[in-house]
């Protein structure tokens, strides 16, 4: 093979690489982001600064949210038993996506002593988007519910989104991660032959041949040599 065919092949192959080396590249960008914590207790205001990150796991159509708070917030006055405390919160959805995300976790497995910060167990949720696209996911209200009351800690420093992920909602097709939207790319159309109503008409058989993409037409009943 000439050193000019084999220069011309090789940028083939790159040309069809390419493109493939971009769809494998991860979609989603996470991050831990500082979260300040303005929280209505019953015996008056309080707050805490926690870091919290937020992963996400594809499951079929759908998408597992776990938000982990890497320290404590709040506290008690009097010591609360084991499984005295129940978390839960919302995460803030953006983007191409929009609404919040409800996640939950389990009740203290240890007694937390009195005055002593609240550490959270990680919240889980399912997220199913409904468009595609670049979504975002951003830490919101956490509240805190222990012997018959209410704690609600709302973010005060307006933190940016701890997720940020390229979705595909059911039936509908990828679109570029790096953007919120788009529509399917489709070949162009250059003469009925393209057609599927066409082929049949000339009950014609396709035959796709190398990386040139050369369409034979073979007429039924035409025979070799005609």
């Not at 493939?20 to 996470?30: D, E, V």
């Not at 205001?45 to 759908?62: E, F, H, M, N």
């Not at 002593?116 to 199913?128: A, M, Q, R, V």
């Amino acid at each position: 093979m000439s050193k000019r065919k084999r220069s011309a092949v090789l940028a083939c192959a790159a040309a069809l690489v390419g493109p493939a080396l971009l769809m494998a590249a991860p979609a989603a960008h996470a991050t831990v982001v500082d979260v300040q914590y303005d929280c209505k207790t019953p015996i008056g205001d309080k707050s805490a600064l926690s870091p919290i990150d937020i992963r996400a796991v594809k499951s079929g159509s759908s998408y597992t949210l776990t938000m982990t708070f890497q320290k404590g917030v709040s506290s008690s006055p009097i010591e609360l038993g084991k499984g005295a405390m129940s978390p839960s919160a919302v995460i803030e959805v953006g983007g191409a996506g929009s609404g919040t995300v409800a996640v939950s976790g389990p009740p203290n497995a240890e007694a937390i002593p009195p005055e002593t910060p609240i550490k959270i167990s990680d919240l889980s949720g399912t997220y199913t988007p409904t468009k595609s696209g670049t979504v975002t996911f951003t830490p919101g209200v956490l509240t805190i519910k222990a012997m018959m009351t209410t704690t609600t800690c709302t973010p005060g420093n307006s933190p940016a989104p701890a997720l940020q992920m390229a979705v595909t909602a059911t039936g509908a097709a990828p679109t570029d991660s790096g953007r919120g939207g788009g529509t399917p790319t489709t070949l162009p159309q250059t003469g009925p032959l393209d057609s599927a109503l066409a082929l049949g008409t000339l009950g014609g058989t396709v035959v796709l041949v190398g990386v040139g993409g050369v369409l034979w037409l073979t007429r039924r009943g035409q025979r070799l040599g005609a």
